[in-house]
């Protein structure tokens, strides 16, 4: 059996791109903590980057804006050092879904968003996606359309824009240590706030890709089926690592 390499980095399914300034805790299923995955990932900082790039993605001649570019650097180098696949650190990425997927050849997942579709697939047709996001009021429909989702088909937003210990860490916060009972119940808050808002709730997606950890809390609470980025980020890993089944028959 020949063995080839040729990579810089071997032995990682996906490649998982950071802020460069982000120093907040990280705790297991958040999306910056390794071991969050069952599968070696590599993590990497896009130098220079402190924020998610937001619209217009272009400048007036027509080139990306240097937030956009830097993305696109990162994800380049990342696929050439030997990556099978990508994903972003956070779920406002999808705007540049598909710029990104344009410019390399292997799978990329910028979002949560983007399985929205497939959820509203799975449950009733008068039922609706609860989108759980760090910030309600800055998620506009553009960052929906651009993965083929729709903010206002079937979906409802729950955002931890007043959220004190998630805005001390996450939005422009520096804080490097936070409560996890009180956030969790900002989570669970802003969850049955929306649900009294809309009772056709039929299923949860937790945008924000810090917000895994409290996934099984919500199911606890809400009795509904709860989708995260970590598990957007093992269905991609197993279409570029497929499992070889054994068994009997």
């Given amino acids: 059996m020949i063995v080839t390499g040729g990579h ?34 590599l993590l990497r900082q896009i130098e220079g980057l402190e924020d998610n790039p937001y619209p217009p993605l272009t400048g007036a001649d027509g080139s990306y804006t240097p937030e956009v570019q830097l993305c696109i650097d990162a994800a380049v ?34 979002s949560p968003l983007m399985m929205i579709p497939v959820i ?25 359309t651009a993965v083929g989702a729709d903010l206002g088909h079937r979906t409802t937003l729950a955002g931890l824009d007043d959220s004190k210990v998630f805005n001390a860490m996450c939005m ?23 649900r009294e808002r809309d009772p056709n ?20 609470a809400t009795g509904l089926p709860v989708f995260d980025f970590i598990a957007c980020v093992e269905w991609m890993h197993r279409s570029v690592v497929p499992k070889r089944y054994t068994g009997y028959i």
């Fill in 120 to 144: 509203q697939q799975m449950i009733r047709p008068d039922q609706s996606v609860l989108v759980v996001t760090a910030a309600a009021k800055l998620l506009s429909n553009e960052f929906f």
């Fill in 8 to 41: 810089s980095y071997q032995g990682y399914s996906v490649g998982i791109l950071m802020f460069d300034n982000k120093r907040f805790p990280m705790p297991p299923g958040d999306v910056g903590n390794a071991t969050s995955y069952p599968f070696p990932v």
């Fill in 172 to 194: 422009g916060g520096t804080a490097i240590s936070f409560d996890r009972e009180e956030l969790q119940k900002d989570v669970l808050d802003a969850i049955t706030e929306a």
């Fill in 77 to 110: 180098r990342m696929e050439r050092d030997g990556v099978r696949a990508i994903a972003m650190c956070c779920g406002f990425f999808s705007l540049i879904q598909p710029v990104l997927a344009q410019h390399v050849s292997i799978p990329v997942m910028t």
């Fill in 201 to 220: 709730v039929g299923a949860v997606l937790l945008e924000c890709t810090s917000l895994p950890p409290f996934a099984e809390d919500v199911r606890h």
